[in-house]
């Protein structure tokens, strides 16, 4: 089975632009989770889609958003881009989201805010 | 406060000794704890996971759950250099409507087998 898949690997945009990443998860799964990972505040989570509809969302600001479709593909979108949105952006895949799911974590994509 | 905390390490393990991996959280309504490991430039890969109290194993990796002291480790026996990597904690809390909050990842521990 394919893991799960993210588009692009390397994005490189200027502060005050935006950008939309991709994510395909696991064949079957339907959640879908979003994470930020930068080296000083480690790894943390944006939100999670199930059945196209935001179940969770961490504290983030609004300039973060994301959506899932039909095939249970995601994308997030980051607005008005700041130095410090400069990351790994991850995106996890699970069968349900359940409380004792198990999240498997893509590739990521690098982003760099210049 | 829902919080995971690691001791960032670096901690240092000769081959084919074992070694020790800790976590403790914040909140006694937490539902699930896994453990991932990260490469250098790579994305996190499960090693494990568990829910109930004790031990659980998985080939060269023990997971100890102690949900009274709020306490996570994992055993790495027989450590290879090829262990060596950034280990994270994460829990899963449980939030205000009966579902989950996302996972909450510790900063990571790094790991260090020496040959």
């Known amino acids: 089975k394919a893991g799960v898949t993210q588009t692009p690997r390397y994005l490189i945009k200027t502060r005050g632009q935006q950008v939309t990443l991709s994510c395909s998860p696991i064949?079957?799964?339907?959640?879908v989770s979003w994470y930020q990972q930068t080296p000083g505040q480690g790894l943390q989570f944006l939100f999670e889609?199930?059945?196209?509809?935001?179940?969770n969302k961490g504290n983030f600001p609004g300039r973060f958003s994301g959506r899932q479709f039909s095939n249970s593909r995601s994308e997030m979108n980051v607005s008005t881009l700041e130095l410090g949105d400069s990351a790994l952006y991850l995106c996890?895949?699970?069968?349900?989201?359940?409380?004792?799911?198990?999240?498997?974590f893509g590739p990521g994509t690098r982003l760099t805010v210049l | 406060q829902k919080e995971v905390e690691q001791n960032s390490g670096p901690l240092s393990v000769p081959e084919g000794a074992i070694a020790s991996l800790n976590c403790t959280y914040s909140?006694?309504?937490?539902?699930?704890f896994f453990w991932y490991r990260q490469y250098s430039g790579k994305s996190p890969e499960l090693i494990m996971f568990?829910?109930?109290?004790g031990d659980k194993e998985d080939g060269r990796f023990t997971a100890q759950l102690n949900k009274a002291s709020q306490y996570v480790s994992l055993l790495i026996r027989d450590s290879q250099p090829s262990d060596s990597a950034t280990y994270l904690c994460?829990?899963?809390?449980?939030?205000?409507?009966?579902?989950?909050?996302?996972?909450?990842f510790g900063k990571g521990t790094h790991l260090i087998i020496q040959p």
């Open positions: 996890a895949s699970s069968l349900t989201g359940g409380k004792t799911d198990t999240q498997y």
């Open positions: 064949s079957g799964h339907r959640s």
């Open positions: 889609y199930f059945s196209e509809t935001q179940r």
């Open positions: 909140d006694r309504g937490s539902q699930s």
């Open positions: 568990i829910y109930s109290n």
């Open positions: 994460a829990a899963r809390f449980g939030d205000s409507g009966g579902g989950a909050d996302g996972l909450t």
